[in-house]
């Protein structure tokens, strides 16, 4: 069964699609940089037996970092997406399997310039990112970009990484933002 084809402009298209190929791959760097710290936070999470921490902490950020890389391209963006779909998956189960334990003051072991605890915010984040990559992966482009679409394609991402940036934030001041937890 196929999902049915969304039409969406392509100015909207490929601003998704750059924004979550730089939020992957920014995410895989910070887990990449720092295999011990990450190697760490998937053991925090209490899942996997220890002998499996090392291969999975070294393999979801490969797979991540290809993933964003695959989103970049038309031509691999189904593919790309599917891998992201994955990577977003068990990250988000995990998160919901710990929550659901009463687990919350954890770190997600997300990647990125502040540490965040576990919560039901870090999930709808995780979902939203989710629904993004189908519309990148189903959305058809119906015409060509011309030289505007390129700059609004730009001013798109900045736009779409700065509202992540604040949403990224205030998860991090979860404590002092009792909406978030």
Request: a neutral charge.
């Amino acid at each position: 069964m196929t999902l049915p084809s969304l039409v969406f402009d392509p100015v909207a298209v490929h601003g998704l699609a750059a924004t979550l190929a730089i939020l992957l791959m920014f995410g895989a760097w910070q887990k990449l940089r720092d295999p011990l710290v990450f190697s760490a936070a998937v053991e925090n999470y209490g899942l996997l037996s220890a002998s499996w921490v090392p291969a999975f902490a070294l393999c979801l950020p490969v797979m991540e970092a290809a993933a964003g890389a695959m989103l970049l391209l038309p031509q691999t963006a189904v593919a790309g997406g599917a891998i992201a779909l994955l990577v977003l998956s068990l990250a988000t189960g995990a998160v919901v399997i710990n929550l659901s334990r009463g687990r919350r003051d954890i770190d997600c072991g997300c990647g990125g310039l502040s540490h965040q605890p576990l919560s039901w915010g870090l999930v709808s984040r995780n979902l939203a990112l989710m629904a993004a990559i189908l519309v990148v992966m189903h959305g058809d482009v119906e015409r060509s970009l011309v030289w505007l679409d390129y700059l609004t394609v730009a001013a798109t991402v900045l736009a779409l990484f700065g509202l992540y940036a604040v949403f990224n934030q205030l998860l991090a001041n979860r404590p002092a933002t009792p909406v978030f937890r």
